[in-house]
C-alpha cells in the first residue's frame, strides 16, 4: 500500500504561481513512476505531468512550459511548480503514484485561478 497527502493548493490571481507537494509513505519502494492529475468541474481527471523513477518527465501540452514537476527522493515527496497559472487551471490537483500492479490517488487538493 501506497499513502499519499497533497499540500499546497489554494486561491490564486491569473499570471500567479502556486506549488504543489505530495508525501508518499508506506511501500514506496515499489513506485515505479509519480505524478499529478487535475479534475475541473464536469470534466474528466486528465493527466498533467508525471515523474518516472529515473528523473525523465512528460507534460501535458497545456502546461508545457508552464509547470514543472520534481522529486525529492530522501523525503519521498513530489512537487508541481506551477506558473502564469491562468483560469482553465482551476481544479483539483491529484497526486498519483503507480507501481507494477496499483495506482494511488491522493485526496486532492483545490487549485482555484481568478481571473
Known amino acids: 500500500q501506497v499513502q499519499l497527502v497533497e499540500s499546497g493548493g489554494g486561491l490564486v490571481q491569473a499570471g500567479g504561481s502556486l506549488r504543489l507537494s505530495c508525501a508518499a509513505s508506506?511501500?514506496?519502494?515499489?513506485?515505479?513512476?509519480m505524478g499529478w492529475f487535475r479534475q475541473a468541474p464536469g470534466k474528466q481527471r486528465e493527466l498533467v505531468a508525471v515523474?518516472?523513477?529515473?528523473?525523465?518527465?512528460n507534460y501535458a501540452d497545456p502546461v508545457q512550459g508552464r509547470f514543472t514537476i520534481s522529486k525529492h527522493n530522501a523525503e519521498n515527496k513530489v512537487y508541481l511548480q506551477m506558473n502564469s497559472l491562468k483560469p482553465e487551471d482551476t481544479a483539483v490537483y491529484y497526486c498519483s503514484a503507480e507501481t507494477l500492479y496499483e495506482h494511488y490517488w491522493g485526496q486532492g487538493t483545490q487549485v482555484t485561478v481568478s481571473s
Open positions: 515523474i518516472i523513477n529515473g528523473g525523465s518527465t
Open positions: 508506506g511501500n514506496i519502494f515499489s513506485i515505479n513512476d
